[in-house]
T-cell receptor, first 113, second 108 residues
């Protein structure tokens, strides 16, 4: 009963490097999303997907790419890491887009130096 | 765009006391959700409110949705050390807009 699984849990990157944060859910959820959390700012939506093959931008999409080739996986790619992308990243999923509990992964702590 | 504001940002509570955190939206919400995040943890869903004026209780926690569906509150009675964490309101539905949260600390 894994739920939402994120990897890696911790990562240090140098400015300009690229990397992918992995997210997988085993609940057959249609909806998946990525948030970043910075101190005092709550969680901000980066990208989301309402189903396989469909993605859309959230509140803070710049510098990030996503894809949804399968229902289970929703990776987040940082194209050229910047110190401003130092944050905690949470992946989340829900059965559908309306009226359902949203489940969060345990988070990925990313530091860009 | 839609904004969800929470007050207070910090709440220091004596164990056994009650407190309330408030959530206000700039627009009418179809529903609102509340989450709790323990220090170092991830947000965990607590409850969803849908109807105008709705009140729901979970043990010592009471959640209320305003009549105009633009505000909500969470009231905790007899605070315990297990209530430590940050409480977020968010809405609506899947494209959740989160408030900044109320971080609760408890004095034993």
């Amino acid at each position: 009963n894994a739920g939402v699984t994120q990897t890696p849990k911790f990562q240090v990157l140098k400015t300009g490097q690229s990397m992918t944060l992995q997210c997988a859910q085993d609940m057959n959820h249609e909806y998946m999303s990525w948030y970043r959390q910075d101190p005092g700012m709550g969680l901000r939506l980066i990208h989301y997907s309402v189903g396989a093959g469909i993605t859309d931008q959230g509140e803070v999409p710049n510098g990030y790419n996503v894809s949804r080739s399968t229902t289970e996986d929703f990776p987040l790619r940082l194209l050229s890491a910047a110190p401003s992308q130092t944050s905690v990243y949470f992946c989340a999923s829900a059965k559908s887009t309306v009226g359902n509990t949203i489940y969060f992964g345990e988070g990925s702590w990313l530091t860009v130096v | 765009g839609q904004q969800v504001m929470q007050i207070p940002q910090y709440q220091h509570v004596q164990e056994g006391e009650d407190f309330t955190t408030y959530c206000n939206s700039s627009t009418t919400l179809s529903n609102i959700q509340w989450y709790k995040q323990r220090p170092g943890g991830h947000p965990v869903f607590l409850i969803q409110l849908v109807k105008s004026g709705e009140v729901k209780k979970q043990k010592r926690l009471t959640f209320q949705f305003g009549e105009a569906k633009k505000n909500s509150s969470l009231h905790i009675t007899a605070t315990q050390t297990t209530d430590v964490g940050t409480y977020f309101c968010a809405g609506p539905d899947y494209k959740l807009s989160f408030g900044a949260g109320t971080t609760v600390t408890v004095r034993a």
